[in-house]
């Protein structure tokens, strides 16, 4: 496992593929065997219907979707549909930014199951008494949870959502370039009692990288790979770092698809991966329930998202949720139809367009949709 610094002007930079060309390997390359949980299969095998398949990777390779890099389609633990565009491959890394918050929630559960942390009640400046003075303290500050955290409910003023990631002037951008990311957080002043208001916050997931370090002894990076990768066997990926080596649990992972339908795998499994518990059943179950509904479209859990209610009417049970980061990159679960959906994309500058080809063609595909 490598680890750098990433700043935000170098995430700006990582809009390109993040490998260069000559270090490629072909379409297709197969995976060391041990890596590979999955049979691959066809789609008919899995009651999926491979012509509409086929016409979404013809729509995709045409760009109507936008720029996807990666489709993966798992169901029942077969590997129905894998198709890379742009140059892209199997054995090629991908950023996927924020879907680093989903990965971050699943060590928190980790660290629960093991008693490093007791509770996500817990108020985070029990785990940051080394951090004197804290600037603009206050009785709102002081109620925080590590459960508002994951919740994006800490009512630390931020703006993100409604700003530029390449404004200097953003809260971001101020994070990126900061001395101590933990500091500058922790520092920020307060605009809402914590646990009342939906506020995303890639700032609340560094706090959690701290957490986790301060209740396990170690950066967030190498207790990921001794609880989740290694278990995993998930080999090839990079977990970078920002200020003072901290591993950047808001946008900092590159990892393979295939990868990251291991960890769909794990969430479909309830923290079983192999007949080994991983995570605990009560955290996948916790951690992916609604808490808070941000719009007709989409729901949030704890460091994960859940399709809303406007989605209802095209299942028997919507328990869909999933991991989602910028320009496109998607770890997609659902439940009653055991399946994975993984996208990469690289849609810095055009609509994204995944839940489009999701609606268009994968739902229309299954032919046991409910």
Known sequence: ?????????????????????????????????DNFPFIVSSPESENIDGNKLNELDTKISAGFYSEIHSLLIIRNGSLVFEKYYKGYSREIPHNIFSVT????SLLIGSALYEGKIKSIDEKILASFSDQVPILNLDDRKMAITIKNLL????????TEFNDSYSNPTSDLFGLSLAEDWIKFMLDKPMAAVPGTVFNYNSG????LSGIIKNAVGKETAIYGAEKLFQ????????????SKNLTNTGWGLVMRPIDMAIIGDLMLGKGL???????????????????????????????????????????????????SGFAGQYILIIPHLNMIIVSTAGNFTTQNRFFDAFRDYILPSIKNLN
């Open 204 to 207: 609340n997931t560094i706090l």
């Open 151 to 158: 919740t994006m409910t800490s009512g630390i003023k931020w």
């Open 1 to 33: 496992m490598k680890k750098k610094k990433l700043s935000l002007l170098v995430l700006l930079i990582s809009l390109f593929p993040y490998w260069s060309c000559s270090e490629r390997g072909l379409p297709g390359d197969p995976p060391a065997i």
């Open 231 to 242: 278990p995993l066997n998930i080999l090839s990926y990079e977990w970078q770092t920002g």
């Open 273 to 323: 991966y192999k007949g080994k518990r991983i995570i605990s059943e009560e955290w996948i179950n916790q951690s992916t329930a609604k808490i808070i509904t941000i719009d007709s479209g989409s729901e949030y859990a704890m460091g994960w998202w859940r399709l809303g209610s406007n989605w209802s009417n095209r299942f028997s049970d919507n328990d869909i949720y999933y991991a």
């Open 101 to 104: 918050k989903s990965i971050t």
